[in-house]
């Protein structure tokens, strides 16, 4: 996925992300961050349905981050119907401004929810 493509959508701020109307809390479960670009947040179009590989899971795809860009490419073979896991503390990055913004909202942003999910297993 790509901004030339169409197939990407890049906010390098807050206020950016405000203008497009949209509902920030939902925006929680979709927002991105990238390795080689910290200060922005990407929304891939359309969304994928990617869930994470905790420790009861592997993963069958990971992002691989380009400039600009992102590849999904499959570390093992996908039956259809088969849920797809990525590992989302190795593929979706951290972006400050985004993560303290959904924090601040009381929501978890992608980046973050690895943590959550270990402490979860550790209780």
Request: charged share 30%; net charge negative.
């Amino acid at each position: 996925m790509s901004i030339e493509t169409d197939t990407l959508m890049k906010f390098e701020s807050k206020e950016q992300l405000e203008a497009t109307g949209w509902d920030i809390s939902d925006a929680c479960n979709y927002g991105i961050g990238h390795w080689k670009d910290p200060e922005s947040i990407y929304f891939l179009k359309p969304g994928t349905s990617i869930n994470h590989a905790d420790k009861t899971r592997e993963p069958s795809v990971e992002y691989r981050h380009e400039d600009g860009a992102y590849e999904i490419w499959s570390v093992k073979d996908i039956k259809e119907g088969e849920e797809i896991f990525c590992n989302y503390e190795n593929d979706y990055a951290p972006c400050e401004w985004y993560d303290t913004m959904q924090n601040e909202k009381g929501n978890t942003p992608l980046s973050q929810l690895p943590s959550k999910i270990n402490d979860m297993y550790s209780e």
